[in-house]
């Protein structure tokens, strides 16, 4: 029981921490680490420590899922919707 309420005052602390919303964007299916960088105003170094965080384990050369960058950019306060294909 006590591993059930660490979890959700862990899960609790993570939500807290997410910034406000400042702006959305759209968003393909898959995206360019370098793009999510540059979208986020933060540097690769940061991104990839974010990555880590999150278990998404990819070289910056090469592209992460919407899901993935959306979680990514979150932590920052952007909001990424999916584009209409």
Excluded: C, N, T
Aim: net charge positive.
């Amino acid at each position: 029981m006590a591993d059930v309420v660490k979890r959700e005052q862990a899960s609790m602390s993570r939500r807290a921490r997410q910034p406000r919303i400042k702006w959305h964007v759209g968003l393909p299916k898959m995206v360019a680490v370098k793009y999510v960088a540059e979208l986020s105003g933060q540097g690769l170094d940061s991104v990839v420590a974010v990555m880590s965080e999150l278990r998404i384990i990819v070289s910056v050369e090469r592209s992460i899922s919407f899901d993935d960058a959306a979680r990514i950019l979150r932590r920052y306060g952007i909001a990424a919707h999916r584009m209409a294909q």
